[in-house]
């Protein structure tokens, strides 16, 4: 099965920068989605962005145009650029990976990290 590992969160004043990484080990050498999701206190679990084996990517409208989402496949490794941070982007960070073994599909969730954007 597949493992995600995250790191990069931390404290941030608003305006600020972030760079989260997650890292995917395990057989699985191709996996067909793998996005951000974040969860703020008392608020449900959101999807921040999603990137596509082929490099198709899905923006949540808070964060178009701060936030971007990458992907090397060569390193099973995925990254969420974030920019001009507000303190509403307060929450814990989750990385998921989506992908398929005949004839099941499976969904795979990082442990989380916390990102903090106060001043």
């Known amino acids: 099965q597949l493992q995600l590992v995250e790191s990069g969160g931390g404290l941030v004043q608003p305006g600020g920068s972030l760079r989260l990484s997650c890292a995917a080990s395990g057989s699985i050498f191709l996996i067909a989605t793998m996005g951000w999701y974040r969860q703020a206190p008392g608020n449900q679990r959101e999807l921040v962005a999603s990137?596509?084996?082929?490099?198709?990517?899905n923006y949540a409208d808070s964060v178009k145009g701060r936030f971007t989402i990458s992907r090397d496949n060569a390193k099973n490794t995925m990254y969420l650029q974030m920019n001009t941070l507000k303190p509403e982007d307060t929450a814990v960070y989750y990385c998921?990976?989506?992908?398929?073994?005949?004839?099941?599909?499976?969904?795979?969730w990082g442990q989380g990290t916390q990102v903090t954007v106060s001043s």
């Open positions: 998921n990976a989506q992908y398929l073994v005949p004839p099941r599909n499976y969904n795979t």
């Open positions: 990137i596509t084996s082929g490099g198709s990517t």
